[in-house]
């Protein structure tokens, strides 16, 4: 076993049960290597992560050969200052797609606006990007979150989607402008700013009678209530 000491998050990457040793060189000297209890760590805050020892025993038979690694520290170094007002705390790399679910609606309509955040890095992480509506469509709560990733050496690996319910409370023509968003690349070792493209939305009088302003209300809580049981089946599973 062995102990990080430091502020981090801590996943498990999923290795072979088996030990396996295989012959391999180092500082000219031939050694046989396993490998075992493989992590990916994500550092809370810079400083000096320390790795104490690691302790193996052997098994053999009735007898156990005890192997005790030496240590190591990790040196954690801040992100650069000046970071824009979008960052979300992303770092690595990143990709961003949006899709809206209505082009044409009603006063009244909830419309499902998603933001699909794709790459390798600390996703699992991340803050809610903020986003800028028109006046006249208002967002409701908070949007559900749907993560697809996987941990590797190189960090969680795979996409998050971020579900915001809109519904349009006036009628009219409206423009959501593109969304900005950013991360901290790794291989440019910059800040990256993210940008969606604009979406025109149409939006007109009812002619539905439930679509009156307690009607809308009632689809939306309906929606919600929608999106909260499937996170709690997705909970239970």
């Known amino acids: 076993s062995y102990r990080i000491e430091g502020a981090l998050d801590k996943h498990e990457i999923p290795s072979s049960n088996q030990l396996i040793a295989k012959s391999e060189k180092l500082n000219n000297k031939n050694y046989f290597t396993i490998q075992y209890d493989r992590n990916i760590i994500f550092p809370s805050s810079p400083g000096t992560l320390q790795i104490n020892p690691f302790k193996l025993i052997l098994k053999k038979d009735f007898e156990g050969l005890p192997i005790v690694s030496t240590g190591t520290s990790v040196k954690?170094?801040?992100l650069p200052d000046g970071h824009p007002s979008s960052f979300i705390g992303m770092v690595g790399n990143l990709s961003m797609e949006?899709?809206?679910?209505?082009l044409d609606?009603?006063?009244g309509d909830v419309i499902s606006y998603i933001l699909k955040l794709s790459g390798t890095g600390n996703l699992q992480n991340i803050s809610t990007p903020?986003?800028?509506l028109p006046k006249g469509i208002v967002?409701?709560?908070d949007p559900k979150i749907t993560e697809h990733l996987q941990f590797g050496a190189k960090g969680a690996e795979g996409s998050v989607d971020f579900n915001f319910l809109l519904q349009i409370v006036e009628d009219g023509k409206y423009t959501i402008e593109s969304q900005?968003?950013?991360y901290f690349d790794l291989s440019k070792e910059k800040y990256i700013t993210l940008h969606?493209?604009?979406q025109e939305l149409n939006g007109h009088l009812s002619d539905n009678k439930d679509?009156?302003?307690a009607g809308a209300t009632r689809i939306l809580k309906n929606q919600l209530l929608k999106n909260k049981k499937e996170e709690i089946r997705n909970v239970e599973q």
């Open 76 to 78: 954690v170094i801040p």
């Open 180 to 182: 900005d968003l950013c």
């Open 211 to 213: 679509q009156s302003s």
């Open 139 to 141: 967002s409701y709560g």
């Open 98 to 102: 949006e899709n809206l679910s209505k």
């Open 105 to 107: 609606a009603k006063k």
């Open 130 to 132: 903020k986003i800028k």
């Open 196 to 198: 969606t493209k604009k």
